[in-house]
């Protein structure tokens, strides 16, 4: 039934074979006959189409209807949300019956916010806008037209188109790629597309071409497994009036559809890493976006349904459905005749990098080209993994040129600066390593989950760094605070210890002139001293007196100027203030009274007044002994010593004579004071002799 | 309903470790024969004897460890080094030296790194050097090849256990020298002296009756795991180029200081075993080919070098040694270019 590509006619290089090739790669067996034997059928209406509102890559969609609105088919129902987005259009009329969480079909079975549409079977749907000139149009003009129709990556991602046919300004496109290599075993989507709908496939090649300023090559990349779709691709090609395509074969080995293998496989050259093709001048699109586009402009139709392959031996019938996007993959199945008995698992996508399903009610979108519903013996669990003998298979397969032993190595040590060594994000998840692991080992898992883990460090590291300039510039701020503070404290310190020393020097050089006054040096005690004396004034303290009486005198009068006045009911509440007033007015002039007697009496300072001020000029020369050197301290300790030993005697001797009641404490102090005045002698002879033989 | 939660793939190619390790032992198939043929029962017997001691000491450990036993005993890792060392050790060798080998791979070597996949050195070099060194005579008495026997008569089965097990002293009859120590012994004479007078190399065919064969049939069953995708041709391609390169530039035309004729290194002693049944050894080898490929060249010297210059005539399971010391850091340095890179880094290059 096939033809070999060898047997092609190589006519006008209609057909080329592509001269690169790419490092590694598997053969997986192909399982994609099953669902060719028949052409693409069609599935009902079901009762409810769910459509999740971030189907694609980038910000979710912005819901446009409202619960119990009627909708057409082709009708906008959310709006995409910025450049990164896609709209969403219904694919059939009905109403909205809920905008709800419902489980999405991804591989975390994580819910996500739906529009739910209840059928009405009718299948109307809006007027579409053909448009037969758009190769006249604008390219910006025919771009805004496809992402008005919502139309996103078919392969698998679900990139928005629009983006991808807008590339950054600087990169001058010379080649298109149309991807319809499909080398993942039993999907056949793309190959039915080709092959059942190939003019429109040149179509829209034709059509992306003219929106990217018609580069110098246009290539169709095909995997030779699908001569049919070879064949009918190159008819189409030859009754078009396009010359500068091309389509290129290549042998059938998987991941040659992968991005980065086509253009390695066509044009021989490498997508630097972490670069786009776009900066190696390349576009590529696969080929059933390719045709959404094109009927999105010329038929005006926005993407509503797809092509999507349903295969695997749990169905009764095997073959590749147009569907209307949003089905609940339940339905569909059941349209085939799933046998949910003989299956296990379903895999949304193809056996290499599809993930599998938790739940049967979640739709069919944008990126499902494939569901297989494999039997249990189909696609059996694999053995439990074994230890890791390096035997290099999965080097030798790797499309990249990785190392998955090593990196299998890292990511278990959870090593994460040498698995970024081993160029762990260079991995595009193909499965190829696992798929030849001999010891069955899930190496895309353990890849998948470091490349996760490294992600959300970096995220933690991000945000750890700004906090920690927050925190050390919080720290110097606090320490700059705490830095001006000890410097003031210093300063006034230093100011403190010159004044003590001052006053020290004063008192050593005048110690009689100095005998009773307080010490200068603090400014508090100043001040306290200077508000006590003020208050011990005398004539202050009776002029204070004499204002209270006066004042208390006049509101006297004031007052009872307001009783006559008053009304007899006001008259209590005044009467009760004026002998308030009354009370205050003896208190204050009976205190007059006795100040004024008692200052004749109360004249001299008592012998506890003396003792304070003895206190303070102690306390005031330890202070400044602080500030001196040993040898100095102890002079000066000698000199006050003497002073006080001096005193002591005077006082001892008036005591003696005045026959004091104190005279008991007076000649202890002044024993007390002769024994520290020897203590320091000896304790200075000592500091000076060390100081001779330089020991202090 | 249960659906299965799994990660891509979910289709596996059916090959596993277990087939690969039984591959390996199928292709011992010729080598065997060879030895069996040329030196007797000796080789079968310590092959029966490592195998029965490497899988009784690997169940007692893996039983120590709490880990499945029979689980792990299916890999058929064991059972590989019980072949090969069964195969390096001198036929009629005693049987506590084999067991002593058996034991010291798998305890020592193997299972207290961590088992399968975790050695990095290969056990069954391991326990051969701790052999040589503990007992160099019963390791260095070999017998003369059938054909050089005077009466072409080789040991019989009961002669073979009754040595084996009783230590009886039959087989010193039979004894003879391996082509490498004779021609290590013999340092005065020319090349072409020594192979002209010795009956080891002057009844040979290429270069030394017996080894020859025995290598060839080892180079026989390796090519056939090279035909199986077992391993890469980069480590044993380049050990042999390197040994015969370093043959070539010590060759000093012949003279009595020579260090052999290019096809003796390549022929004789353990050359094609360890080239294509223990240098290929995945563990314990580097990972990239262009790191097995040095990997390689680095044995092919170190065996040069020792047979040559050092106290041993053979030097295969010191040399691997060495290397498998050398693997993890020629690992570092010889990744391969990724796709989309410019150049080949290394793995201990910092960010930025």
Redesign the interface.
Known sequence: MKTSVKTLRLENNIIAKASGEFHGGIYPPENKQQSMTLPVGSLPIPDELIFPLNQHMGAPAEPIVSVGDNVLGGQKIAEAVGMFSATIHASSSGTVSAIEERILPHPSGMSGLCIVIQTDGKHQHIDFQTCDDYLEQEPTELIEKIREAGVTGLGGAGFPTAVKLKPPANDIINTLILNGTECEPYITADHSLMLYHAEEVIASAKLLSHILGNPEHVLIGVEDNKSDAIQALASALKNSAMNNIQIMTFPTKYPSGGEKQLIQLLTGKEVPSGAIPASLGIVMQNVGTAVAAYRAVALGQPLTSRITTLVGEALTTQRNYQVLLGTPIEFALQQAGFDASNNERLIMGGPMMGFTLKELTTPIIKSTNCIIAPSKKELPSPPPAQECIRCGLCSEVCPVSLLPQQLYWYAKAEDYERAQNYNLFDCIECGACSYVCSSNIPLVQYYRATKGSIRQQEQEKIKSDHARQRFEFRQRRFAKAEAEKIAKREARKKAAAKAKQLQAEKLARNPEANKDSTPKCDPVTEAIARVKAKENDPAAQQARLERSINSAKNRMTKLQEKLANAEHDKKNPISAQIKQVEVRLQNAEKQLAEFTSSEVVDDKPTIQDAASSAIEKAKANTAALANMSEKEKLEKQLTSLKQRLKKAHQRLADAEQENNEHLDAFKNSVTKLEQKLKDTQTQLSASTKADKYGLN | ?G???????????Q???A??MQLVIIATTPGFVALSYLFGWGTLINVIIAAIATLASEAFVLKLRNRRVA?YLK?N?ALVTAVLLGLALPPYAPWWIVVIGAATAIILAKQLYG????NPFNPAMIAYVVLLISFPIEMTRWISPVNLNTDGQLPSLIETLSAVFNHSSIIDAYTGATPLDVFKNHSGLLVEQIHHQEPLFNHSVFVSVGWEWINLAFLAGGLFLLQQ????WHAPVSMLVALTLMSILFYDSGSSTSGGTPLMHLLSGGTMLGAFFIVTD??S?A???KGRIIYGAGIGILIYIIRVWGNYPDAVAFAVLLMNFAAPFI?YYT????????KA?????R?D
């Not at chain 2, 659906?3 to 190619?13: D, K």
């Not at chain 2, 995708?229 to 890469?232: A, E």
């Not at chain 2, 990744?335 to 410019?342: A, D, K, M």
């Open positions: 309903m659906l299965i939660n799994a990660s891509s793939p979910h289709t596996h190619h090959r596993n470790t087939d690969m689980f890999d890792s088992g399968m996949g975790l995708r077992i391993f890469t995945p563990v080898s990972v990239s080919n690992d990744l391969p270019r990724t796709y989309g890179h410019t880094e290394s793995a201990t290059r960010k």
